[in-house]
């Protein structure tokens, strides 16, 4: 018997600038698309007062809620999947700080209100657009929106 491929997906969806917030509806019809006999799809909701509400649009896909409240949990969980995809966001990041844990980001800060990015320099030395460079060598970024076509493109490439 093969053993399925673990891919997650980490969705952020939070009341602070949700402009930055994933497109869920992209991300279910992604997780459906693909051959559940070779992969199993989990998803991390966001664990905000708005992500609990995202319970309600992953009826139809399996959700790991544990991860959403406890980091061990998280980072155990982004260790033993085969792939961790999602937006560039601060619960994604414990999957960008593991060495050999393949992560797949799409970074998003075009979207960004022009002084949230500049905040984002001027407090943290980071520039919007460019992985850290503390991040994992295993972290991808890549810049655009999580989109339908987006996100299989990305999956695509990484999944040959």
Known sequence: ???RRLVTITLRSY???PARNSNIGSWVRFAQQLDSSKFRVVFVPDASSQGVTTF???SDVEVFDAACWNVEIRAALYRRAWMNMGVVSGPLTISCLLDNVLTLAIDRSKDYPGDYADGIRSNTGLIPGEKPAFYSDSCHF????????TILRIFNAFAK
């Open 1 to 3: 018997l093969q053993q």
């Open 142 to 149: 890549f810049p655009g929106r999580d989109d339908d076509e």
């Open 15 to 17: 009341g602070y600038i």
């Open 56 to 58: 309600q649009e992953l």
